[in-house]
């Protein structure tokens, strides 16, 4: 009986062992971003696109209004897909728009604007991408929905009309 | 007095540049543990996208603001979640991989010691 303990004992390591990886297997392996966060804006500097005045994120945000803040530039291809739906959701003028332009050229982003229409309300330079680090962001396009002083949601890459609904239902 | 105003210039600008290097190691220490998102396989020290230049700079800019090591990991683990850093530490996603060995080496250890004392 004794020694039936020690090959028993190895194989239900062996077994649990198994089991791991081989659950392990059939989790995906790639990262995704929590998309449903709720945290509270960071404290960045904003610096005015046309003005250079410089704002502090903290005091920018009003309580009883809802923004969405979009990270955009000239170079970058999904922007201009998306640029449609940012300029639908302007009409709707129950949210404010902020662009934070990301890592671009001042005389491209204008003509960006001037080619496409301006649907930013406030447009914020970030001419290092650290702003929108510390916004959370991989990349550019990138969106986040803020209430209340909140990030509510957020929409990494271009928007489309799903998530412009989904928006659309949100600010109702 | 030329010649002591040059030794004194000279020994300013090499402290200014030691200084300087112990800075971009602590850099380059801070960023080879922090994971590149967008890149595959590649931290951040490695890689030369935006994502992780944006945050060679913003570590350098932390550093001078007087952040330590720790307050820096835990600066971006809280923005980007634990898979920011190669070296996570215990939580409830990877308390058996830290248990595991050390359970391992534990069980097989009290064999070895049981068939010791067999023997003896």
């Known amino acids: 009986m004794k020694n039936k303990i020690l090959p028993f004992s190895v194989i239900i390591i062996f077994g649990i062992i198994f089991f791991i990886f081989y659950k392990g297997l059939q989790n995906s392996n790639i990262y995704t971003p929590d998309k449903n966060i709720s945290s509270d804006i960071p404290s960045t500097n904003f610096k005015n696109f046309n003005s250079n005045i410089i704002f502090n994120s903290l005091n920018f945000f009003q309580d009883d209004k809802v923004y969405l803040l979009n990270i955009w530039s000239s170079w970058c291809i999904p922007c201009r897909q998306e640029h449609n739906f940012l300029m639908s959701l302007k009409k709707k003028k129950k949210i404010i728009l902020i662009g934070i332009n990301y890592k671009d050229n001042k005389k491209n982003a204008e003509n960006f604007l001037k080619e496409l229409g301006n649907p930013y309300d406030q447009i914020f330079i970030d001419n290092d991408g650290t702003i929108s680090i510390e916004w959370g962001a991989f990349g550019v396009p990138e969106s986040y929905l803020i209430s209340n002083n909140k990030i509510i949601k957020k929409y990494i890459g271009p928007l489309n009309q799903q998530y412009v609904d989904e928006i659309n239902l949100l600010i109702k | ?120």
Do not use: H
């Open chain 2, 1 to 120: 007095m030329r010649f002591l105003y040059i030794i004194f210039l000279l020994f300013f600008l090499l402290n200014l540049t030691s200084v300087k290097g112990e800075e971009q190691d602590r850099i380059n220490n801070i960023t080879k543990n922090l994971r590149c998102l967008i890149c595959q396989g590649q931290s951040v020290y490695d890689s030369d996208s935006e994502f992780a230049n944006s945050i060679k700079i913003l570590v350098e800019n932390k550093i001078e603001e007087g952040l330590s090591e720790r307050q820096i990991y835990n600066y971006f683990k809280k923005k980007y979640g634990d898979w920011i850093l190669y070296d996570p530490g215990i939580n409830k996603n990877t308390y058996i991989l830290w248990l595991l060995p050390l359970l391992i080496f534990l069980i097989g250890g009290a064999i070895i010691y049981k068939k010791l004392i067999k023997k003896i």
